[in-house]
């Protein structure tokens, strides 16, 4: 693995991070969990052979408890809110939201209040009060609101922008959404975590990967078992549950 040179500038930068006596941060979310699937299943075996721990984002409102018995069988797995039921509002001519200024604010709100008590219901301490809205969307005046209905922190993609709430942003999508909708380029995927792993080193933030496991094609799979292992063979990273993470932002 450490002669691929695909991979080798990872090793060469997680040594730095060796020699520094620091460790590297990551974290994983993966969205769009409704139901038991042999993707969700593949997933969690992966993370779980790793000791990887990762945040569903869960839509609260076809879910279910057959989602519960599977994820008790699963300890490394948290889940967040992914919306309510991950439905477009918007018009055709628009980017797709759920949680946009489309709609009046309180039927938002509502919405969110709503999959927050059902997920918490199902899931108990499994459950983070983080939102993670649907296509990493929300319209930005409601933001101060989100702290009224119980919410801590929130979770979109890209460098986080300040809010009145923690904001623990993924940093690294997986998956080529705009030209081939599968996974992208490994080598493409290692430089972007190498890019945000330096930021890191300079005091920005944890890599913060991305994943959809329904739509994973082999190629995803197989970056993420690579990326697994090159991580696992170095004191100088660690995966970070959210939970930690949630505290550490309410700490600041």
Do not use: Y
Request: net charge negative; glycine share 6%; charged share 20%.
């Amino acid at each position: 693995m450490t002669s691929d040179p695909i991979w080798q500038p990872l090793v060469e930068e997680l040594a730095r991070w060796q020699r520094a006596d620091r460790k590297a941060e990551l974290w994983l979310r993966d969205d769009d969990a409704v139901d038991p699937t042999p993707a969700l299943d593949r997933l969690l075996d992966l993370t779980g052979a790793f000791a990887v721990p990762v945040t569903l984002a869960v839509v609260p409102a076809p879910t279910d408890g057959k989602l519960v018995v599977l994820l008790d069988k699963a300890p490394h797995a948290m889940v967040a809110i992914h919306g309510w039921a991950h439905r477009n509002h918007a018009p055709e001519d628009q980017k797709k939201q759920e949680l946009g200024a489309h709609r009046p604010r309180e039927a938002v709100l509502d919405d969110l209040a709503r999959g927050l008590s059902r997920v918490t219901g199902l899931h108990g301490a499994r459950a983070v009060p983080m939102l993670v809205p649907p296509w990493n969307r929300i319209d930005t005046g409601a933001l101060s609101d989100l702290g009224s209905i119980g919410f801590t922190a929130l979770s979109v993609f890209g460098p986080p922008k300040p809010a009145p709430l923690a904001v623990i942003n993924s940093n690294v999508d997986i998956m080529d959404w705009h030209a081939t909708r599968a996974c992208h380029d490994h080598g493409l995927l290692v430089q972007a975590i190498i890019a945000q792993l330096q930021h890191a080193f300079d005091g920005g933030e944890p890599v913060g990967l991305l994943t959809h496991h329904l739509v994973h094609d082999e190629s995803a799979w197989l970056f993420l078992e690579r990326l697994f292992t090159v991580t696992a063979r170095t004191e100088a990273s660690a995966w970070l549950p959210i939970s930690t993470l949630i505290e550490r932002s309410a700490g600041k």
